[in-house]
């Protein structure tokens, strides 16, 4: 079937369409830090399950991508694409209605992360058939700035309204934009329905436990322990730390096992000519697999950086949840003027190349700065510097990292390259989020319990002072300013002089190592865009 062009105004409001949709998923990522604190109120959990939460919807997204892909070959990406769009609304709605966390969980991570699997891959597989050359650059870039406004306007709108009304009212927002995405989006060129197409359920299934499990244990680390166990956790009467283990050692083995399974059965699948959910093809160019293993790289470090600043602002400047979005709004701010700068100058003369490592050199520097301005007597502006080199070295980073990556493949490649592309950004947010966001609460409770202990000069066991930072963890995650204030007031007078320096001292120190990690993240991404490409690539 001969698919004819489509006519500029359906391709120029699609294409609108399309960006919105990124958008709204984005806004509906980008809320979920701002309003966290009243949400972990309101269902009486901790900040560690939210955290889950957020890496259990990236990596639904990034295992369910090449299934998506599988089914918007055998259905057309029209059917897949309106199918996605009311999953997420359904998903957005029970999320917002959750009465527990469980709930939340299910509705936020699971409904919506499948949802949002379509919705962020096929945006790029159809701006790609629109365009060409010139017209799909800047097509990429708006596309990639229409995910980071969704972001900025998610973190600032949310905090607003979690701070002047409630945390149930910031989901149901983006519901508002669905209308007019249908009205817009009318063109699916240039892929027909294939009807016979088989599915790899199999695939699917074993992508999607592999890497589900490893990142769940990782993001429930700091609430679970890394190997002994910090809660007693039963379900159905059944213990859930096995021969005095913690869990978290077991979800990731579990998880490695299904992901190798996952692999076995994808060379099998392609060695006897049946169908499989990713060709090893693409992965098989030192290319194509530098400028993922870069973009993953800098996508769980700067994702943990946003995540952290969210846990660490707050409590050490005294900010609510709208303020602390303030705060971090130059970051954001200097990341979209960036790119919508390189829009306007597309036709720099400069390799791709270089403006990634230029955009990592300057956040190089950025971090760097950040480290220096955290330290005892900060304020809100002493970090604005640092906040916005980082975010104009990101939005160079940004503008081109996916372009290098696509440039490697042909144009029948495109859908593959995206569907392995996409999930491998998702699993860097997940682990930046899961690995930092514990190391900053875990470091933060050990140095503060340590400090009080080293001051009221006693002896404690060390059953005793596990027992103490884990209930230490649990309540930074879940207490309010006054209930911790109301906690540390329960101490001994003995160590009340020195308890606010103790504070600010180990949260300090927490957020310097974590900033420290992330510096050290970025100079190994810096030190592999030697792997990419050094000129320019023309797609065949």
Not at 179 to 189: A, E, F, N, Q
Not at 391 to 418: C, D, L, M, N, V
Request: glycine share 8%.
């Amino acid at each position: 079937m001969t698919v004819s062009p489509p006519d500029g105004v359906k391709k120029r409001n699609s294409a609108i369409g399309l960006c919105l949709t990124l958008f709204m998923v984005s806004f509906h990522i980008g809320v979920l830090p701002a309003i966290m604190p009243p949400l972990v109120r309101s269902l009486d959990s901790s900040v560690g399950y939210v955290q889950g939460a957020l890496v259990l919807l990236s990596l639904v997204t990034a295992a369910f991508a090449p299934t998506s892909e599988n089914l918007s070959r055998r259905w057309g990406r029209q059917k897949i694409f309106r199918g996605g769009l009311v999953l997420f609304a359904i998903g957005t709605v029970l999320a917002s209605l959750s009465p527990t966390m469980g709930a939340f969980v299910v509705s936020y991570a699971l409904i919506t992360g499948i949802a949002a699997t379509t919705l962020v891959s096929i945006p790029w597989a159809l701006m790609d058939s629109f365009y060409d050359d010139q017209a799909e650059k800047i097509a990429f870039l708006l596309l990639t700035l229409s995910m980071v406004m969704g972001g900025l306007i998610g973190s600032l709108t949310g905090g607003l309204i979690a701070f002047r009304l409630s945390w149930r009212v910031a989901f149901p927002i983006e519901l508002a934009l669905m209308p007019l995405i249908l009205y817009l989006v009318t063109i699916y060129p240039p892929q027909p329905s294939e009807e016979q197409t088989p599915i790899d359920w199999i695939g699917g299934c074993f992508s999607f436990l592999g890497l589900g499990l490893t990142l769940l244990g990782i993001s429930l680390s700091g609430e679970l322990g890394w190997w002994e166990p910090k809660r007693n956790l039963n379900f159905l009467g059944i213990s859930l730390a096995p021969f005095g283990i913690s869990l978290v050692p077991i979800l990731i083995a579990a998880g490695l096992v299904c992901f190798g399974i996952f692999l076995f059965w994808e060379r099998q699948q392609a060695r006897v000519g049946k169908v499989s959910l990713v060709s090893a093809g693409l992965l098989h160019r030192r290319d194509f697999v530098a400028s993922l293993i870069v973009a993953m790289l800098h996508s769980a470090f700067i994702t943990g950086l946003s995540f952290n600043l969210f846990q660490f602002l707050p409590p050490v400047l005294d900010l609510n949840s709208f303020q602390t979005a303030l705060t971090v709004l130059p970051y954001n701010l200097a990341m979209v003027i960036v790119l919508i700068a390189m829009v306007r100058f597309i036709n720099i003369q400069l390799p791709p190349r270089r403006i990634v490592q230029m955009g990592l050199m300057l956040e190089i520097m950025g971090l760097i700065g950040l480290v220096n301005a955290v330290q005892p007597g900060m304020t809100r502006f002493s970090i604005l510097p640092a906040l916005i080199v980082i975010g104009i070295g990101a939005g160079f980073f940004s503008s081109q990292i996916g372009a290098i990556a696509y440039s490697t493949t042909s144009r029948h490649e495109k859908p593959e390259a995206t569907g392995i592309f996409n999930p491998f950004q998702r699993v860097g947010q997940a682990l930046g989020r899961g690995i930092l966001g514990s190391v900053l609460i875990g470091l933060a409770s050990v140095k503060i319990v340590d400090g009080v202990i080293a001051e009221l000069d006693n002896t404690v066991d060390a059953a005793t002072r596990r027992a103490a930072i884990a209930y230490l963890q649990r309540a930074i995650q879940t207490f309010t300013n006054d209930e911790m204030r109301a906690l540390f007031a329960q101490l001994p007078n003995a160590v009340q002089p020195s308890l606010n320096d103790i504070i600010d001292t180990a949260s300090i120190g927490a957020m310097r190592t974590t900033l420290s990690i992330i510096l050290a993240t970025s100079i190994l991404c810096i030190l592999l865009t030697a792997r990419l490409p050094r000129r320019r690539l023309k797609n065949s």
